[in-house]
């Protein structure tokens, strides 16, 4: 069975510009995470989404950060414009149907703002 | 709110020696607890789980037991390998039953490194 994937696996962008990150998740899961990981800290839901529709998005900074799942399946994270404090990685993780703590992460992709 | 704190790290060991990461939480009512694992390049995998107080979870030779009176949930291994280098995360989610079961809240983790 196919893990979460993301892409890319690492990106570097200077502040104020735009970035995106893809997330698939595995096959079936009908739930999708988007966590925030600042280096030194534990991950930090951004956002949840049950199929393509949002279910918690209390800890997502929506003057500058955007999510959308279509269709139900990838989803991509966008940040813009993107300030020095949003470097970390930023992981993905999927379950099979509601919140849950049985969820399946990705490797994640770091992000550096200079 | 809700929270987790995890020991200081980095921790760095040598091979077949014990293993303790302490974890205490703060959080109403009954928890559940777990660990979780990134090994280099991977995502966060549950490790072991304690959903009931005095409950022991366990897996891959990692022990932890849910201790309601101290509020920790320690993880331990009697004699760790090269291969248990990872990252290590405590976390928790409310109580079973209620609308936030599920969400995760997590330590700050603690890297783990064993040498031959």
Redesign the interface.
Known sequence: EA??AQSPRYKIIEKRQSVAFWCNPISGHATLYWYQQIL??????LIQFQNNGVV?DSQLPKDRFSAERLKGVDSTLKIQPAKLEDSAVY?C?S?LE???????????TRLTVT | GDSVTQMEGPVTLSEEAFLTINCTYTATGYPSLFWYVQYPGEGLQLLLKATKADDKGSNKGFEATYRKETTSFHLEKGSVQVSDSAVYFCALTPNAGGTSYGKLTFGQGTILTVHP
């Open positions: 893990g979460v030194g800290q534990g991950p930090k839901l918690d992981l993780a379950s509601g919140l849950t703590y049985e969820q399946y992460f990705g490797p994640g």
